[in-house]
């Protein structure tokens, strides 16, 4: 069994910043596609970011691009999610999610996609 561990959660203010992380544990497996989505109530978990294995395609929601960048340590089921010019529409519990095997363009923002999920961490956001 894989399991997800997020961390870096909190409060800001817009305009602030703050970076999450996600490492996973128990069973390895092969070069995984590692991704962020978040959620708030009542809506659907939505894609934030996503990352191939090797760090060479990197995937990002409208509505995040220029302010957040995915990244990961090479070789490793390791992900990070720096969030900058934070607004409170940003607020939202954050998940980090796990593939087992190479993801294509096409579905790397769909929720289903993904193999293993963390157990969410909060992010919010004051304005």
């Known amino acids: 069994q894989v399991q997800l561990v997020e961390s870096g959660g909190g409060s800001v203010q817009a305009g602030g910043s703050l970076r999450l992380s996600c490492a996973a544990s128990?069973?390895?497996?092969?070069?995984?596609?590692m991704g962020w989505f978040r959620q708030v109530p009542g809506k659907e978990r939505e894609f934030v970011a996503a990352?191939?294995?090797?760090?060479?395609?990197?995937y990002y929601a409208d509505s995040v691009m220029g302010r957040f960048t995915i990244s990961r340590d090479i070789g490793k089921p390791t992900v990070y999610l720096q969030m900058n010019s934070l607004k409170p529409e940003d607020t939202a519990v954050y998940y980090c999610a796990a593939r087992e095997t190479w993801i294509p363009t096409s579905i790397v923002r769909t929720r289903t996609s993904y193999d293993y999920w963390g157990q969410g961490t909060q992010v919010t956001v004051s304005s």
């Open positions: 128990g069973r390895t497996f092969s070069k995984p596609a």
């Open positions: 990352i191939s294995w090797s760090g060479g395609s990197l």
